[in-house]
């Protein structure tokens, strides 16, 4: 069974559109993530909620939007969606980040391209 | 702030042999988290091993060893027996108990030659 999903796997898009991105996590972890890799491969996060609720916002966009409805899943929403967002967007779980013992599973990734 | 440096963007090592792949860190918290994670062309982010900081014994997961330096906030990866399932990118990656947040590294492409 897979820890961490993601659907899609690609998406491939027209600047200006509006697309989301869906996680689900059956670990039965309390905290998800958003992450995004960059061109050159550079990963850093974007959002993390805890049990539904937003604990981090990094400098994103606020065309960028997540959504959690429940713990087990967290999905990102984008706005007018621009050439600059292409990257591979990655989704995460872990139990506890209170804890300095805490790790991260990682979801397979999105590959988002706008053209 | 804490950052993650991983000074070779490239490595290769012949297949059978041994490599070491590095990453120093910067902070100023005392008890933390450090991982390597790998990357496979199929961009899936896998985690290979994990060191506790306030541990001093040096963590191995089967072919794979950290050398934990607290001191000189060093933590490379030593891989052994290279296999060629190994070929991927490696990145560090540190978890700060202050923030929640995992930082991570550049990454470190590594070529397996049969």
């Known amino acids: 069974d897979t820890a961490v999903s993601q659907t899609p796997k690609y998406l491939v898009t027209q600047m200006g559109n509006d697309k989301s991105i869906k996680c689900e996590q059956n670990l039965g972890h309390d905290t998800m993530y958003w992450y995004k890799q960059d061109s050159k491969k550079f990963l850093k996060i974007m959002f993390s909620?805890?049990?539904?609720?937003?604990?981090i916002n990094e400098t994103v966009p606020n065309r960028f939007s997540p959504k959690s409805p429940d713990k087990a899943h967290l999905n990102l929403h984008i706005n007018s969606l621009e050439l600059g967002d292409s990257a591979v967007y990655f989704c995460?779980?872990?139990?506890?980040?209170?804890?300095?013992?805490?790790?991260?599973?990682f979801g397979p990734g999105t590959r988002l391209t706008v053209l | 702030a804490q950052t993650v440096t991983q000074s070779q963007p490239e490595m290769s090592v012949q297949e059978a042999e041994t490599v070491t792949l590095s990453c120093t860190y910067d902070t100023s918290e005392s008890d933390y988290y450090l991982f390597w994670y790998k990357q496979p062309p199929s961009r899936q982010m896998i985690l290979v091993i994990r060191q506790e900081a306030y541990k001093q014994q040096n963590a191995t997961e089967n072919r794979f060893s950290v050398n934990f330096q607290k001191a000189a906030k060093s933590f490379s990866l030593k891989i052994s027996d290279s296999q060629l399932g190994d070929a991927a990118m490696y990145f560090c990656a540190f978890f700060s108990g202050n923030t929640g947040k995992l930082i991570f590294g550049q990454g470190t492409t590594l070529q397996v030659k049969p």
């Open positions: 909620y805890n049990n539904k609720e937003l604990i």
């Open positions: 995460a779980s872990s139990q506890d980040p209170g804890q300095v013992t805490d790790t991260q599973y």
